[in-house]
């Protein structure tokens, strides 16, 4: 089992930033690769970035490419989300998960409760 626990959010004005953290315990957490994930009101949950076990490989929705970037600390087994240039469509609960490197929900195996993210006009 790997326990997941968000923490970082917010409010924020438009244009403002963020970073969000994803505390990990239990097995090795180097094993997973760390998926980010968010989920808007009446939405369904969006894939927001990956990042590969060793940090080395990292892949991003189109909407948010440029303005957010995933990192990790293995050491620390953290893993992290930048997000700049915010916009009001970014709010949204944001989750992070561990599994396998991929963009569906359905290859990650554990996942944090999710942390508030909602960014003002």
């Known amino acids: 089992q790997v326990q997941l626990v968000e923490s970082g959010g917010g409010l924020v004005q438009a244009g403002g930033s963020l970073r969000l953290s994803c505390a990990a315990s239990g097995r090795t957490f180097s094993n997973y690769a760390m998926g980010w994930f968010r989920q808007a009101p009446g939405k369904e949950r969006e894939f927001v970035g990956t990042?590969?076990?060793?940090?080395?490989?990292?892949y991003y929705a189109d909407s948010v490419k440029g303005r957010f970037t995933i990192s990790r600390d293995n050491a620390k087994n953290t893993a992290y989300l930048q997000m700049n240039s915010l916009k009001p469509e970014d709010t949204a609960v944001y989750y992070c998960?561990?599994?396998?490197?991929?963009?569906?929900?359905?290859?990650?195996?554990?996942w944090g409760q999710g942390t508030q993210v909602t960014v003002s006009s």
């Open positions: 990042i590969s076990w060793s940090g080395g490989i990292t």
């Open positions: 998960a561990a599994g396998r490197y991929s963009g569906r929900p359905r290859d990650y195996d554990y």
